[in-house]
């Protein structure tokens, strides 16, 4: 059963940059994309964006301008860091694993880690 | 963006009975080129991620139990789930990925 971690701090300055890692249990980091998702404390998902394992990449156009996704094969992790950060930038942000066939669905989760913007 | 509208947004249901969940995209989803559907169904159960139900508006992901069923075409989808188990209780969110993915606002199922 592969799992997926997420990690980094759970408060961020306002105007700071948000650093989060999404670790991979087994070694399909090769074999898949990867993605990170938000939702707001009681609000809705939002998609940030996408990663192939050579570090090919599609972002929301929304959060475009602030995001920027990473990858790190060999150790077995993904990255996620958004720069400018504000209140509404306060989420529950979770990395997923993108299907097979269709690079805009996700079959596997991680449990999510509440990240707190405030100074 | 295409906007995607859930109704109800809450909904309390007896076991054993059947649920609707329903969900209208500002456009079209419904793909010239192959005829699919670009719509998902996930359910987040209470501090878990969601999880994938249904993908192309009416397939099943593997595992989910057949009481779990998607149906429509173009705008209009409906989730429906035949016989409400307690395992069930859970908001469900539909998400459209023919474009940048949008979802809906979620609809919270509760048991009567």
Redesign the interface.
Known sequence: QVLLQESGPGLVKPSETLSLTCSVSDGSLSSYFWSWIRQPPGK????IGYISSSGNTRY???LKSRVTISVDTSKNQFSLNLNSVTAADTAVY?C?RV?GF?L????L????TLVTVSS | ?IVMTQSPDSLAVSLGERASINCRSSQSILSSSNSQNYL?W?QQKAR?????LI?WASTR?SGVPDRFSGSGSGTDFTLTISSLQAEDVAVY?C?Q?FT???????TKLEIK
Do not use: C, I, R
């Not at chain 1, 805009?104 to 079959?107: A, I, K, V």
């Not at chain 2, 878990?48 to 994938?52: G, N, S």
């Open positions: 809705g998902l939002e998609w929301n156009p929304s979770f997923a299907v269709q805009l669905l996700w079959d989760w991680g449990q999510g | 963006d998902a996930y878990q991620p969601p999880k994938l993908y992901e969110y998400q990925y940048t993915p949008t979802f809906g606002q979620g």
